[in-house]
């Protein structure tokens, strides 16, 4: 049996802890400077029932990647640039049960595919300003002279021009809105022909 490369006592020493504690009732303490090592390391070969090493592997060996796992993950990750390292592994884990997040991250790693390439900026229509366009706003305003309740500022603009044509009324309804925009139309330079849009 091998022993560790920092073992504090030989596989004889151990048995010899083991008998004096067991058999003449030696205590730990007593062992611990008569072999010159701490009282817990002979605490820990007390109550062990071997004098050997455990094994130092790990409790969860670490899978081997194969190449047809990592073939399969970059092209998956090619294939859906946004998915990440836990939707990869339980899409790949029907067709490989080693799949998880942790191998999966490792061969992004690797591959230097774990950030998703930028999305493209989607493009903004931008709403035209020109001679087919108007504004209208509402404003209220406290009534004048004493009255009571509010009066309501309808104002058009024309966008080319600039032109405004606004009127006051003691109430907002949609047909007073409809009203003032169709006498506005009247007024404002010309929306739909062909040249220029003067007064």
């Not at 490369?5 to 020493?13: E, F, G, M, S, V």
């Not at 509010?150 to 907002?172: D, G, P, Q």
């Amino acid at each position: 049996m091998k022993l560790h490369a920092r073992a504090a006592l030989t596989i004889h020493q151990r048995e010899e802890v083991q008998r004096l504690h067991e058999e003449e009732r030696v205590s730990i303490r007593k062992l611990a400077r008569r072999f010159h090592v701490n009282p817990t390391t002979i605490q820990r070969w007390v109550g062990r029932e071997a004098p050997l090493d455990k094994n130092s592997a790990p409790l969860h060996p670490r899978k081997v990647v194969t190449p047809e796992y990592r073939s399969a993950v970059i092209k998956y990750r090619r294939a859906n640039p946004h998915h990440g390292p836990i939707r990869i592994a339980a899409e790949l884990k029907p067709e490989f049960p080693i799949a998880n997040r942790g191998s999966v991250l490792r061969i992004l790693q690797e591959e230097r595919m774990t950030r998703p390439p930028a999305r493209e900026p989607r493009p903004q229509d931008k709403i035209p300003v020109g001679r087919h366009r108007i504004q209208m706003d509402v404003q209220q305003l406290p009534a004048v002279e004493g009255g009571k309740g509010f009066e309501y500022k309808i104002s058009m603009i024309h966008l080319r021009t600039r032109f405004k044509y606004s009127e006051i009324h003691s109430e907002l309804r949609s047909e007073t809105v409809a009203a003032v925009l169709r006498r506005g139309l009247g007024r404002l330079p010309p929306f739909f022909s062909s040249g220029p849009t003067t007064p």
